[in-house]
């Protein structure tokens, strides 16, 4: 009798065990567990950037669900040539679902625990909605949202993430690019930079532009583009797509870990669009199709030209910081150039610049510009670039004439696409350990808030 007791309760205590296991969420997170990838109708190159690298925390397994098509065709492809690179080659193995029902089938399947968005942007914040509310985390590239009526469609999406304690994050590569964390840096140096001035819409406090361009190169080849990239529809407007980044970099430099109220610090002064016209040729040549598609017939001039509202700007005043982003796109980057970016940084003592033209042989360059004759800056600034040196050793100021250049050694200067994988490292932290900073949601609301409202004011215009 006694054996059979003991026996009894042995398959009394694996009954149990075995029922509490059973009740764990499927997708909850687990310091013991990998995070596993489940990429969304992957449309866009930037979906395939997040897997130029393994991360130890990350199945290698990656789950792909889209309709059949050349998007998905070229991610895969995309992936496989990291896997099969000479240098540092990855070993992802995708796994993947065609069909028109492949959203409700990732929902129903549950293959993974972290949504990848990155494509058309016509149905993406519905997306992100229901991914949250079917128990998923959310990478999203930018832009979440594109027009001011699905930012309300956003903001619920951020109330269910935080009901369900999942996380909605979006890409924002460009706080990992080297020439801005140094400007960051220098301006929260108030003995080299003083104070942020207030600005006016004239002069404004901060100002950054980005020009971008739709013939490019990415990981060595010509890009091609979707047709439905140059559909402002499906894309968005550019005041709601590159500028995103640009919106992100003012709020994170000049309230560096402050959170933002949408409703109360934001005020938009003006807003403009305009449209970069490309010929068919030119078309052709980006999407390797014969003709326009026929829901591209409103933005088309004789039959020839494709009109895309792909170039905005932005003057709008940031609690009292009055800032202007501009995103302007061109159909192709002269010889030996790229993608370029301009920024501002006004203080009471010194201007911070980034430039990236011909003087810098189109590679970004910070520097540093007292505001008029001030005494012994020379030696303020020797003294306080330790502090700088101490995050970002090897850091050093060459002086030319009344302004300095910082010298940034090579090993700094990744590129673009290597800030897909900080990104996709800093997300993961964030899961891991559940420690997202306050500020993160309230300013990418504030984000995008700025966004849709500009395009909203230059639509009206």
Not at 44 to 50: G, K
Not at 66 to 93: I, Y
Not at 123 to 134: D, H, N, P, Q, R
Not at 384 to 413: A, D, F, M, T
């Amino acid at each position: 009798m006694l054996f059979q007791s003991n026996f009894e309760r042995s398959c009394l205590l694996i009954f149990v065990i075995a029922i509490i296991g059973s009740c764990k969420p499927p997708l909850s997170v687990e310091k013991e567990k990998s995070f596993k990838l489940v990429t969304v109708d992957p449309g866009h190159f930037h979906a395939a950037l997040v897997q130029k690298m393994m991360y130890d925390n990350v199945d290698s397994v990656a789950h792909v669900y889209a309709p059949e098509g050349n998007d998905v065709k070229m991610h895969l492809g995309r992936v496989e040539a990291f896997n099969s690179r000479a240098e540092q080659p990855t070993h992802w193995r995708e796994e993947v679902y065609y069909g028109n029902d492949f959203f409700e089938k990732m929902l129903e399947q549950k293959a993974g625990n972290v949504i990848v968005l990155s494509g058309n942007n016509q149905k993406k914040t519905e997306y992100i909605a229901k991914s949250l509310a079917g128990g998923f985390h959310v990478l999203a590239d930018k832009p979440m949202v594109i027009d001011s009526k699905d930012f309300e469609l956003l903001k619920s999406a951020f109330e269910t993430a935080e009901a369900n304690h999942l996380l909605l994050y979006d890409i924002m590569t460009e706080r990992f690019e080297i020439t801005t964390l140094l400007q960051k840096e220098f301006s929260l140096l108030p003995e080299v930079f003083g104070e942020l001035k207030e600005g006016t819409v004239d002069q404004p406090t901060v100002t950054k532009e980005s020009v971008h361009h739709f013939y490019k190169y990415v990981s060595g080849q010509v890009l091609t583009r979707p047709a439905w990239f140059m559909d402002v529809n499906q894309q968005g407007e550019g005041i709601v797509d590159v500028t995103t980044h640009l919106v992100d970099l003012v709020q994170w430099e000049c309230f560096p870990e402050q959170i933002l109220d949408y409703k109360k610090d934001i005020q938009i002064i003006n807003a403009s669009r305009s449209t970069t016209n490309i010929t068919l040729s030119e078309f052709k040549a980006i999407t390797k199709l014969d003709s326009f598609p026929d829901y591209l017939n409103n933005q088309i001039v004789n039959d020839t030209l494709l009109r895309i509202y792909a170039n905005g700007e932005i003057n709008y005043k940031l609690k009292n910081v009055h800032a202007k982003v501009s995103g302007k796109w061109n159909y192709k980057a002269p010889e030996g150039t790229g993608d370029t970016h301009y920024s501002i940084m006004r203080g009471t003592i010194a201007n911070l610049i980034i430039k990236q033209g011909a003087e810098q042989k189109y590679k970004p360059t910070l520097y540093l510009n007292p505001v008029g004759e001030i005494a012994g800056f020379e030696r303020v600034i020797g003294e306080h670039i330790k502090q700088v040196q101490v995050k970002y050793p090897g850091i050093e100021l060459k002086k030319n004439g009344n302004e300095w250049e910082v010298v940034v050694p090579e090993s700094y200067k990744e590129g673009h696409e290597a800030h897909f994988g900080k990104v996709m490292q800093k997300f993961l932290g964030y899961l891991q350990n559940n420690d997202l900073p306050a500020w993160e949601v309230p300013n990418m609301l504030a984000k995008y808030y700025t966004t849709t409202q500009a395009q909203k004011i230059a639509k009206e215009k």
